[in-house]
């Protein structure tokens, strides 16, 4: 069993097959595993800090059994019950959306829950989500006025799909609205790593292979594959070429530019779109209020802020614009927005980090949406597992991980 990437989706998909007691190699391009989602120490800011920023909902199945099989059940925290913390920079109005246990959706009734100046009857737009066919956009369904979309369906679909809302697939937001919001509480509280992205999501997962005597190599990028009678027959890796033989399977987990160089025919998606993260060194550990690690803001630079100890974070997605910038100036202007939540000096800028994805995700448009493929492809033994291939998902970390398990479960139905 050969797996080649070895960020979620492909460590996935090895610790599926391996818990299975299958024979697994992974082959990873670059010298660390966890691809996009991994940590790693800032000298500048003398901090271990994640390329970039994530947060996860306890309802999201894939996840949450995957960190069951690698024994990290715990890296997790989190809120004890559900609750989105928010703050407009502009005013400094803060408010707090708190969906209720069960699945009939009570909440919206009680006006300290709900999203300030929005009616209930605001909320019956979820159910346009539901409705939404492929061809149309969040905004074609809700549009794009009203406080509950500026305050957070807008935040909420950039979130999930790195794209604008005039412009992202609004039937990707309705599986994650079934999967979290629509199950209550219990499934859409907030979680983000404990200590980092790699002491959840990777190190464990490297740990579990080693102990099933799975092989990780790192530095050995896949150059080409050969075809012969609809079957992957060699791989090239560098100087080395290693033969697959009759019972051999591939899972190719690489960003799909990569996979559709390698595999003939394979359509995928070809437009991308940039994530800014930006980490700050503060002078003291400073906490969010009723100590959750992150907040939503509303109407400044930064969509997130997210805390752990002395380092701020924050996160701008869809921000290929941002981007241009150079990185002092995506700093000063993120600044002002954390100092606005932490009640910091908006002046004295601290140390800082800024990281740009240029192509974090795919662009989760309709036409981009209909070009992810699925797991199986024409070649027999060949699969491929990423968050860029048809999960019915975004391009999330819940979607990377279904994806893995997405191509274990079909290589177990052969």
Not at 4 to 32: C, D, F, P, Q
Not at 60 to 66: D, E, K, L, M, P
Not at 295 to 304: E, I, K, N
Not at 376 to 389: E, P, S, V
Request: charged content about 25%; some cysteine.
């Amino acid at each position: 069993m050969f797996i080649v990437g070895a960020g979620l989706a492909g460590l996935s998909a090895a610790v599926s097959l391996a818990n299975e007691g299958r024979a697994v190699t992974v082959y990873e391009a670059g010298v660390r595993a966890g691809g996009r989602c991994r940590s790693y120490f800032d000298a500048r800011l003398d901090r271990l800090i994640d390329n970039g920023n994530h947060l996860l909902l306890s309802g999201n199945r894939s996840a949450v059994r995957y960190l069951a099989d690698t024994g990290a059940d715990d890296a997790l925290v989190g809120p004890a019950s559900a609750c989105f913390p928010f703050l407009d920079v502009r005013t400094g109005r803060r408010w707090r959306v708190r969906p209720n246990a069960g699945r009939v959706p009570w909440w919206i009734l009680r006006g300290a829950r709900r999203v300030p100046d929005t009616r209930a009857r605001d909320y019956l737009s979820t159910l346009k989500f539901a409705l939404a066919g492929p061809d149309r956009t969040v905004t074609d369904c809700i549009g794009d006025r009203g406080a509950l979309f500026e305050r957070f369906w807008e935040p909420l679909a950039v979130a999930a799909l790195n794209t604008p809302a005039r412009s992202g697939a609004a039937a990707l937001l309705w599986p994650v609205l079934r999967e979290t919001f629509a199950r209550g509480e219990a499934a859409c509280r907030p979680r983000i790593a404990r200590l980092g992205l790699s002491q959840a999501f990777v190190d464990p997962a490297l740990e579990l292979l080693g102990r099933r005597g799975a092989k990780v190599w790192l530095g050995r990028r896949l150059r080409g594959i050969e075809f012969a009678n609809r079957r992957a027959t060699r791989l090239e890796l560098g100087t080395e070429a290693i033969a697959l033989e009759s019972g051999d399977i591939l899972v190719l987990a690489v960003p799909p530019s990569a996979a559709a160089g390698l595999v003939p025919s394979l359509i995928v998606p070809e437009e991308s779109n940039t994530i800014v993260n930006a980490h700050f060194r503060l002078a003291e550990s400073v906490g969010l209020p009723a100590d959750l690690p992150f907040l939503g803001l509303v109407g400044g630079t930064a969509q997130w802020l997210f805390t752990r100890g002395d380092v701020a974070s924050i996160t701008i997605s869809a921000a290929d614009a941002l981007a241009g910038e150079p990185a002092g100036e995506i700093a000063r202007k993120t600044w002002r927005d954390v100092a606005t939540a932490l009640h910091l000096d908006p002046v004295a800028l601290p140390a800082y980090r800024v990281v740009k994805e240029r192509r974090a995700t795919f662009a989760q448009t309709p036409g981009e949406v209909r070009r992810r493929p699925g797991t199986r492809t024409a070649f027999a033994n060949l699969y491929l597992a990423g968050d860029w291939i048809d999960t019915g998902l975004p391009a999330t970390i819940e979607g990377a991980i279904r994806s893995g398990h997405l191509a274990a479960r079909a290589i177990a139905g052969r």
